[in-house]
């Protein structure tokens, strides 16, 4: 199996990445093969617009993949979810694609027909993966942004027009070129924060680093069998 794992940043996925060099034979630059599995890492840079394009130039420029994993940090809209919790991302959606009116409310491109809701890949303007698995990690929906949200006043505002869990900046941009590629793809997020009034002093990035990685690792194990 080949497997591509895609993250904004190499901190995120470098416990898995130092498995892959102890326990795996290093064929190419990033590039693993242990049993049965192929592991090419893929590190495309914070944001949506740095994660469309290396996506999109490495599925064009590699051998297929069987199955692409997404793998980062988020923050957590739902604050049922807890710190350090493994997700996986069942939807994801643009949520600031659009333009804002002179009363200050956000209208989305599929509102403006800029973009129709139902256009492929989009299902009643959201992202959706067919290939979910509800029985391997909790289901989350998901938002992706161009700017994380810190201030309590826009954070209602978000709350009030979107039906989400958590908050990225890269998962929607790897869900559409995973779906207009057609190709079979996961993104699972560990909570590092809850999205409210910006504190970092409140935020667990450790604690999320290490249950991703843990959560990866026996992934990329099991696969390799």
């Known amino acids: 199996m080949r497997v591509l794992l895609v993250a904004a940043t190499s901190f995120e996925v470098a416990p898995t990445y130092e498995w892959l060099q102890l326990q795996c034979q290093q064929i190419g630059n990033h590039h693993f093969k242990k049993d049965f599995l192929e592991v090419q890492v893929l590190i495309t840079g914070v944001g949506l617009p740095l994660t469309t394009y290396a996506l999109s130039k490495t599925l064009h420029t590699s051998k297929p993949f069987d199955l692409l994993i997404n793998a980062g940090i988020a923050g957590a809209i739902n604050p049922e979810l807890h710190l350090g ?3 996986q991302v069942t939807s994801d959606e643009f949520a600031d ?3 804002e009116e002179a009363d200050g409310s956000f209208t989305s491109m599929h509102a403006l027909d800029l973009l129709p ?3 492929y890949p989009f299902t009643g303007g959201r992202l959706l993966n067919p290939q979910a698995d509800a029985s391997f990690l909790p289901s989350v929906k998901a938002l992706s942004v161009n700017k994380v949200h810190g201030n309590p006043a826009s954070i209602e505002r978000l709350k ?4 989400a869990d958590i908050e990225s900046m890269e998962g929607a941009a790897f869900f559409y070129v995973c779906l207009m590629e057609q190709v079979k793809f996961l993104q699972i997020r560990s909570i590092s924060n809850y999205v409210e009034a910006r504190n970092r002093d409140n935020w667990n990035i450790p604690l999320a680093l290490q249950n991703l990685n843990e959560v990866l690792v026996g992934m990329l194990h099991t696969l390799a069998k």
């Open 160 to 163: 009030e027009k979107y039906d």
């Open 97 to 99: 694609l659009g333009v």
């Open 117 to 119: 809701g139902n256009q």
């Open 85 to 87: 919790q493994v997700v």
